[in-house]
């Protein structure tokens, strides 16, 4: 975006039973095969974040894992959904 300045932002809420991580850069972005591409562990720090999806996913269930949203030119999102387990709901505070 000729930015200068790279930002980072990490957002964290709890949306009902879920807790939804959301960390969010304002970069150069990725195309479409690029994202696929990181799922698949074809490139270089793919192997991480399918490893995390797949381990999210397994212990979760399939509406739990990671989501990758980018656009070019515009920046990335990397979202992490995760349940909240009962007997930490009333433990959880943002």
């Not at 990490?10 to 879920?18: A, H, T, Y």
């Not at 030119?73 to 959904?81: A, D, F």
Request: hydrophobic share 35%; charged share 30%; proline share 1%.
């Amino acid at each position: 975006t000729g930015n200068s300045r790279g930002e980072i932002n990490v957002f964290i809420n709890k949306c009902g039973n879920f807790v939804l991580v959301e960390i969010m850069d304002n970069g150069i972005g990725m195309e479409v095969t690029d994202i696929n591409k990181l799922k698949k562990k074809k490139i270089k720090g793919g192997i991480g974040i399918k490893n995390v999806d797949e381990r999210i996913k397994l212990i979760y269930g399939e509406e739990f894992g990671v989501k990758i949203d980018s656009e070019l030119g515009y920046g990335t999102i990397i979202s992490i959904k995760i349940p909240v387990s009962k007997d930490q709901d009333e433990k959880f505070s943002i």
